[in-house]
């Protein structure tokens, strides 16, 4: 199993970046897939989720209205697109896929929002 984030990086703030999580291994299409993040000294929180059999989406409502996340299952790849970031967006996120008691994580990829 592997899943692989990229498109993190510098943005100022009010700046836009489009992450995506390339899976690999196991059957992408089954999964629920969600975004986390971690910033220094913080818990890990969920981001995001999109749900495999409705496409249903959730989101912390720190993100409500900025973040979208979506999936593409002949990619096998999961997306958050966020706009409008602010300082405190700043962290790295993971990727996360979840089905029954499967259950699997990306890397990180390191979004920094500053000026």
């Known amino acids: 199993v592997q899943l692989v984030e990229s498109g993190g990086g510098l943005v100022q703030p009010g700046g836009s970046l489009r992450l995506s999580c390339a899976a690999s291994?196991?059957?992408?299409?089954?999964?629920?897939m969600s975004w986390y993040r971690q910033a220094p000294g913080k818990e890990r929180e969920l981001v995001a989720t999109?749900?495999?059999?409705?496409?249903?989406?959730n989101y912390a409502d720190s993100v409500k209205g900025r973040f979208t996340i979506s999936r593409d299952n002949a990619k096998n790849t999961v997306y958050l697109q966020m706009n409008s970031l602010k300082p405190e967006d700043t962290a790295v996120y993971y990727c996360?896929?979840?089905?029954?008691?499967?259950?699997?994580w990306g890397q990180g990829t390191q979004v920094t929002v500053s000026s």
């Open positions: 999109i749900i495999s059999t409705s496409g249903s989406t």
């Open positions: 996360r896929a979840q089905r029954y008691l499967n259950n699997y």
């Open positions: 291994r196991f059957t992408f299409s089954t999964y629920d």
